[in-house]
């Protein structure tokens, strides 16, 4: 991987650099979470606690979905920087549970209160 052409791109979709701050922020974050989210999962099958466990690999793997769909939500759909981080958890997370994610598309939208 091109790391240089893979910041550019990033750089060109976060906006800025104090943007691209944020959006790594946001990565970190929501990748996190997920890690905390399986760890209180309880698997159906067995009844015993659930979930993928913080290796390397795994954290790879989910900033990679997490960029994917950062790409998406920017470049493909035009969604403004608050927006896209915004919808970085449901959409990391329906990905890891295998379900099918469509982004909404409605032109109107407000950010979630946390």
Sequence with gaps: MDTDRERKIFLELAGSERELGQVTQRFHEVIERS????????????????GSKMTH?????RF????DWFKTFRGDL??????TLSELP????????GEDYN??????WAPEET
């Design 35 to 50: 890690f905390v989210t399986d760890a209180g999962r309880v698997l159906a099958v067995n009844g015993i606690a659930g």
């Design 90 to 97: 449901q959409a990391l997370r329906k990905t890891l549970d």
């Design 64 to 67: 990679g979905i997490v960029a």
């Design 103 to 108: 982004p909404a598309t409605r032109s109107m």
């Design 78 to 83: 035009g969604w403004s920087l608050q927006r």
């Design 57 to 61: 690999d795994e954290v790879r793997h």
